[in-house]
């Protein structure tokens, strides 16, 4: 027993320093093949990428103001009767294009015009009383207070005409400005009351628009700077106006603030109440770095660009951290 246990150890060493060869040659195999890797990887160039420049050169910039607005008519009301009455005269047609002081609406005057032709004829003949009273005041014959009298019996009748003739004027619906009409809302035989609309009526050139912006640009906008705008109804067309007031006060509410401008509408394409997008061209300018807006990324560092440097071995796209971007309008 005893001459097998010798035998049995140096069994168990042999087997131990194989298996510690063995492994250590798996590592050092590994390694090798590692740093084998490592160095062809090195020496291999990278693929080349084909890329687009661009050159980002300084310019000078317009700023605009961009917003929403709606469209108003530089002039547009309802017209109504100022007068009860039943309508004798209908001279207008829904649609219509009218002038200034054009009679649209007539109601029935036959009672006022009875009237006016009596208060006429009564003041030619207190007209006719106050000169011969005049003459012989001037002659010593009538006294002052006859003359006094006589003056305030014209003066009485020449009112009176003049209420009539009134009268007979709020008895038509007359156009107070050149406009188009909109749908009439009365007919002929029609019995109206006082402020019963007749008809509405805009004037389509030149139009108003009316947009908001916010407070903090207030300093930037004036009176005169130029404005276009463009509506969904008419694709690829734009509108020019300027600028014609701002309002005396922010809205607490939005801290916004009322613009107004004109705009021309020469062929009347546009109409009061259309919803139109308003660009505003600012008087004043500034200086950039323009560069396409493809060229900037983004990742969760922020904005980032690639500037192309001078390398030893050419040049080299280089990562850039973009610290501002600005835009051409506000």
Do not use: C
């Not at 160039?45 to 607005?69: C, F, N």
């Not at 547009?76 to 002081?101: D, F, M, Y």
């Not at 560092?301 to 500037?307: H, K, N, R, T």
């Amino acid at each position: 027993m005893a001459s097998h246990k010798p035998r049995l150890a140096r069994r168990i060493v042999f087997m131990l320093i194989f298996a510690g060869v063995i492994y250590g040659g798996v590592i050092g195999l590994n390694r090798f093949i590692g740093a084998k890797i490592r160095t062809d990887i090195a020496a291999t160039p990278l693929p080349v990428v084909s890329v687009s420049v661009a050159k980002a050169v300084e310019q000078t910039w317009p700023i605009e103001l961009r917003a929403v607005g709606s469209l108003r008519a530089l002039q547009g009301t309802t017209l109504t009767a100022q007068s009860p009455g039943t309508v004798t005269g209908l001279h207008i047609e829904s649609g219509q294009k009218v002038s200034r002081g054009q009679l649209l609406v007539q109601l029935n005057d036959n009672v006022v015009q009875a009237r006016l032709a009596n208060d006429q004829a009564r003041l030619v003949n207190s007209r006719q009383r106050l000169e011969r009273q005049r003459k012989l005041y001037a002659r010593k014959v009538t006294s002052e207070g006859a003359l006094q009298d006589a003056e305030a019996a014209y003066r009485e009748a020449r009112a009176s005409v003049q209420a009539d003739r009134a009268a007979l004027a709020n008895l038509q619906v007359r156009a107070p400005f050149d406009g188009h009409l909109g749908i009439r809302d009365v007919s002929l035989g029609q019995y109206v009351s006082p402020g019963t609309p007749v008809v509405n009526i805009q004037q389509w050139a030149p139009l108003r628009v009316q947009f908001q912006v916010p407070q903090r640009d207030l300093p930037s906008i004036a009176v005169g700077d130029r404005i276009a705008l463009d509506v969904d109804g008419l694709p690829g067309k734009s509108f020019t106006g300027k600028v014609t007031a701002l309002g005396a006060a922010v809205d607490t509410a939005t801290r916004n603030i009322r613009v107004e401008g004109v705009v021309a509408n020469p062929k009347t394409e546009l109409r009061p109440g259309m919803f139109a997008r308003v660009v505003v061209h600012l008087s004043r300018t500034r200086k950039i770095v323009a560069v396409p807006r493809t060229a900037i990324s983004f990742n969760t560092y922020g904005e980032y660009i690639y500037v192309v440097e001078p390398a030893s071995k050419g040049e080299t796209a280089v990562q850039r951290i973009v610290k501002k971007i600005g835009r051409a309008h506000v």
